[in-house]
């Protein structure tokens, strides 16, 4: 009995492995950095910026971070010193792991604000029943999928 060996390649994307603040943290005061590290070294090239960071307060204006770094696996940069205003804040990364596969993403942290859940049906809502207008959307997407289907089984014969 022969075996056949043939080696694998893995095609996985750069993921994260930790961010400084974490997803949904609740912080009291703007940390003075943010820091992302990911599972597979980041591509620097001179003079170019192929990997971004950035920061935004929802229903608000954006963050001007400096001294954004790569450092191996790792992306940060510092956020200036100064008042920040109480709510949920995106951080928005792009980034082109060192084998060229980009990834780009966005996690979430709070400032004096409980993070945001997602809220439970209180089992009012609804009576499960489906609305008259998604009933009526259900009902044109499977007519034309009928239709289509027989139209290609036309075209076969």
Not at 28 to 53: R, Y
Not at 54 to 76: K, M, N, Q, R
């Amino acid at each position: 009995m022969a075996f056949l060996i043939v080696p694998v390649n893995a095609n996985a994307h750069a993921g994260v492995v930790a961010t400084s603040p974490t997803q949904d943290q609740v912080v009291n005061s703007m940390p003075s950095t943010i820091s992302i590290t990911f599972s597979e070294e980041l591509l620097t090239i001179a003079n170019q910026e192929v990997n971004t960071l950035s920061l935004t307060a929802f229903d608000g204006p954006p963050v001007e971070l400096s001294e954004v770094t790569i450092s191996g696996s790792s992306l940060s940069a510092r956020i200036p010193s100064g008042e920040y205003a109480p709510g949920i804040y995106e951080v928005v990364y792009r980034i082109v792991s060192a084998d060229g596969h980009k990834v780009s993403d966005s996690f979430t942290f709070a400032l004096n604000v409980p993070a945001p859940v997602a809220e439970l049906d209180d089992g009012e809502s609804g009576n499960g029943v489906i609305p008259a207008p998604i009933a009526g959307a259900i009902a044109i997407v499977v007519a034309l999928g009928g239709y289509l289907a027989l139209r290609a089984s036309k075209r076969k014969q």
